[in-house]
């Protein structure tokens, strides 16, 4: 239908080609992705042609408008597939108004690759979580068609080293995480070029504690690496101390009986005098290993500060949601 429709929109009257741009617009809010596909490859060619003013500004606002539709389109489509989709209200008057903030794709996603097409319609939605072994190369191709991505996170997926090089110039991501996925040092290569990229975080994989220190020498960029275990706690630096603020529920920590204001001395024989130093201990650890912590513990009622505890917390691998929203310089 759509090469039949060129002719009354370049030739046509003013009424034929309203109605023509109509069935354009309606055609690409089909539910065939090869007919949303041809529909907006059409719009694009007739916005940047030149030859016809009036018609290129009306098929760019009708391709803005198409745009729009099929962003929440998409969203509600990929949801329904299983993607876990994170919204934030924008008033809390208003409950309709809000805003995705993410986009999950994992084990329950039903979906297959090439329902990721819908990807490159959805606008305004910053991070893309990929996880689980489903996910392969043309995947990650299919993620980075999403026009305004800045955060792109790869969670026990199942790619190769070349994966990576789709994101190469891509003019927008500015975060790039890959955890405990079997890349190697050359994978980090394509990233030298992202113009926007300012952290990488790689936790658990197979890149070489060598390969990250010459990429970050190379980029200057900030890098978060670490041999992937997990020890789930938050703290901070307070007159010499490892000061802990924050245990996450279920976490080694939470196990092994960690409570916020404990002060962390020792980890596995080594001092600890701050929040950085033990997370410096805790990045070449594997997940799996069990190490002694000296903790103090404040004392409300007594003579005494302080009492000394030992104990023994055994790291886990990064799940996904705490390796994403894992920031510098938490470990």
């Known amino acids: ?32 992705l090869d007919a949303q596909d041809d529909a907006g490859q059409l719009l ?14 009306r098929a760019a606002a009708t391709l803005a408008d198409l745009t729009l539709q099929r962003s929440s ?6 949801e329904e597939l299983g993607a876990k989709i994170s919204r934030s209200q924008l008033d809390v008057n208003n409950p309709l108004d809000e805003r995705v903030d993410a986009i999950e794709i994992g084990e329950k996603f039903t979906g297959d690759e090439s329902d990721l097409r819908r990807l490159k319609w959805i ?5 893309l979580l990929l996880c689980d072994q489903q996910v392969t190369d043309e995947w990650v191709q299919r993620a980075v068609a999403m026009p305004g991505l800045e955060e ?14 789709v994101l190469k110039d891509h003019p927008s991501l500015r975060t790039v995480g890959v955890y405990h996925t079997p890349i190697h040092d050359a994978s980090l290569q394509p990233l030298l070029k992202l113009p926007l990229l ?19 020498a190379l980029s200057g960029l900030a890098v978060d690496f670490r041999r992937g275990a997990f020890m789930g706690v938050g703290g901070q630096e307070i007159e010499g101390r490892c000061l802990i603020t924050t245990v996450h529920r279920g976490s080694p920590a939470d196990k092994a009986g960690i409570l916020p204001h404990d002060t962390i001395v ?17 990045a070449p650890r594997e997940p799996g290993e069990e190490v002694e912590l000296e903790i103090l513990r404040p004392v409300l009622d007594g003579q005494i500060p302080y009492r000394t505890i030992t ?21």
Request: glycine share 6%.
């Open 311 to 331: 104990t023994k917390v055994t790291l886990a691998s990064w799940e996904a949601d705490t390796a994403v929203q894992n920031a510098r310089p938490n470990r």
């Open 73 to 78: 389109q998409a969203v509600a489509a990929l």
């Open 266 to 282: 020792r980890f596995g024989g080594a001092d600890v005098k701050s929040f950085g130093k033990l997370t410096d201990l805790i």
């Open 123 to 127: 606008v305004e939605v910053r991070m």
């Open 198 to 216: 300012s952290f990488v975080k790689l936790y658990g994989t197979q890149v070489s504690k060598e390969g990250a220190e010459q990429f970050k």
């Open 152 to 165: 792109l996170h790869l969670h026990r997926v199942k790619i190769s080293d070349d994966s990576l090089t």
């Open 1 to 32: 239908m759509l090469p039949s429709l060129r002719p009354v929109l370049t030739k046509g009257t003013l009424e034929a080609t309203s109605r023509a741009l109509y069935v354009v617009r309606q055609l690409g809010l089909a539910t065939n």
């Open 44 to 57: 694009n060619e007739l916005a940047e042609q030149t030859e016809v003013p009036a018609l290129a500004r």
